[in-house]
Nanobody, 115 residues
Framework: QVQLVESGGGLVQTGGSLRLSCAASGSIFSANAMGWYRQAPGKQRELVARITYDGGRTNYADSVKGRFTISRDNAKNTVNLQMTFLKPEDAGVYYC????????WGQGTLVTVSS
């Protein structure tokens, strides 16, 4: 059964930090690049960070480059997103999924950034 469970979201002030975590089922996680996606209110879901299967390469959207760090633990089937210097425009629901062909989406985790 395909399963993605995101956690770690919350309310944070501008400039603050959050660490998101995602537990993925083996069918999604194994041998696949993974990504963190964000959907802000009224906007389309966008990819903010991705990481290769072995963790050797990462890519970031320009809007988060230098502030977010994606990592993964293949032994635990988890992928994380460390977010620092958060801005109000970083707010939204964050999802993890396979990249570039996402599976069924999980419920996501809500990030709210107060100004």
């Amino acid at each position: 059964q395909v399963q993605l469970v995101e956690s770690g979201g919350g309310l944070v002030q501008t400039g603050g930090s959050l660490r998101l975590s995602c537990a993925a089922s083996g069918s999604i996680f194994s041998a696949n690049a993974m990504g963190w996606y964000r959907q802000a209110p009224g906007k389309q879901r966008e990819l903010v960070a991705r990481i290769t299967y072995d963790g050797g390469r990462t890519n970031y959207a320009d809007s988060v480059k230098g502030r977010f760090t994606i990592s993964r633990d293949n032994a635990k089937n988890t992928v994380n997103l460390q977010m620092t210097f958060l801005k109000p425009e970083d707010a939204g629901v964050y999802y993890c999924n396979r990249w570039p062909f996402p599976e069924v989406w999980g419920q996501g985790t809500l990030v709210t950034v107060s100004s």
